[in-house]
């Protein structure tokens, strides 16, 4: 399927306009939601032409397949590059694989042929905004973990990491540290579920492992790797010899990004302040920028870049602790209405 015919399809400016809504809510780059959406056209496609061979563009609306379809990866390469200078079959079945680990589409060789199907998105990915008030609040590890745990799987499912185990990891390293130190760990609750929808965690970093901040990021991704041996050790209460914060989590369900960003970044002050009772020394803040929907909010935020590995896209960011929590986050939210 060549460009004419895929905008034939499907409009070239709904095309994007889908690829809009999978940046802002699903999390993707650009050049992954446009070839999810020419692969979702496709699969459309060959199957209501494979039920009615007379069938005849547009599409009446970009609906999820049922069935599954055929797509070498010297098809999805086709599909992927048509308009580009550059793109090989490699290329496009570590696209596909990508896409895979991010659920967004199930891919199965059964010897000779690559099936793929369109798998559903998440619920409510179309809509705007949900109404149900969230709040602020202490992360509960009996009842918070496992879907704090697979919110979190999602910021590792894009680098194609293995959704599989991360989220089961992620659990149990949660509840580890909700027994040494709660007080950095917080949630969005929705009010009438008790779901959380947003989740933070505020590590307070021994003196010991404060080189690993000037070291290779990728050394910092315990969460998403299956090493046993975590690179940072927890500081205790009291310890005066702890100056560092890692903000080894931050983030919120996409649907309640906009309304909800400055409030509970309000809230990361207010318990940064309180950490402070517990750790008086602390002056530096430290995180990891993992997903690219953060990086935008982390340059408002004043952080700065400090190092970068040269084969991933993960680098670390610093921000001075005392100017974070001077910090008007009513200017930021100016920034977000603009």
């Known amino acids: ?10 409009p070239p400016d709904q095309q994007q306009q889908r690829v809009a809504q999978l940046i802002q809510r699903v ?3 650009r050049i992954r939601a446009e070839s999810f959406v020419r692969l979702w056209i496709y699969a459309l ?3 209501q032409l494979a039920d009615n061979p007379r069938c005849q563009p547009p599409l009446a609306d970009l609906v999820l ?6 797509c070498t990866h010297r098809q999805a390469a086709e599909l992927f590059y048509f308009d580009k200078e550059q793109g090989s079959d490699r290329a496009a079945g570590m696209m596909l694989d990508k896409l895979a ?3 967004l589409i199930h891919k199965h060789f059964d010897g000779n042929t690559t099936w793929i199907s369109i798998q559903p998105m998440p619920e409510g990915w179309e809509q705007p905004e949900v109404d149900a008030p969230l709040q602020a609040d202490d992360f509960d590890p009996r009842c918070d973990a496992i879907p704090v745990a697979n919110l979190l799987a999602r910021n590792y499912n894009w680098m194609n990491r293995n959704s599989e185990t991360a989220p089961h990891r992620i659990t149990q390293l949660l509840r580890q540290w909700a027994q040494h130190y709660p007080g950095g760990m917080r949630v969005l609750r929705r009010l009438d579920t008790q779901n959380p929808m947003g989740f933070y965690l505020l590590y307070p970093t021994a003196s010991v492992s404060d080189i690993n901040f000037f070291s290779a990021p990728s050394k910092g991704l315990h969460l998403s790797t299956m090493t046993e041996v975590d690179p940072f050790q927890m ?3 009291g310890d005066l010899d702890c100056v560092s914060v890692f903000v080894r989590s931050w983030m919120i369900e996409p649907l309640y990004w906009h309304r909800y960003q400055v409030p509970f970044l309000l809230d990361t002050q207010q318990t940064l302040q309180r950490m402070q009772q517990d750790f008086p020394n602390l002056c530096d803040l430290h995180t990891l920028v993992i997903h690219p929907q953060y990086e935008q909010m982390g340059a408002l935020l004043g952080f700065q870049k400090t190092s970068q590995d040269s084969t991933s896209s993960v680098y670390w960011m610093y921000r001075p602790l005392d100017r974070f929590l001077a910090f008007d986050l009513q200017t930021l939210a100016l920034d977000n209405d603009q």
């Open 235 to 237: 500081a205790t209460p």
């Open 65 to 70: 397949p049922t069935q599954a379809i055929i």
């Open 27 to 29: 999390g993707l780059t």
């Open 45 to 47: 496609v060959e199957e």
């Open 1 to 10: 399927m060549n460009v004419e015919e895929l905008d034939r399809w499907w």
């Open 101 to 103: 680990a991010l659920g």
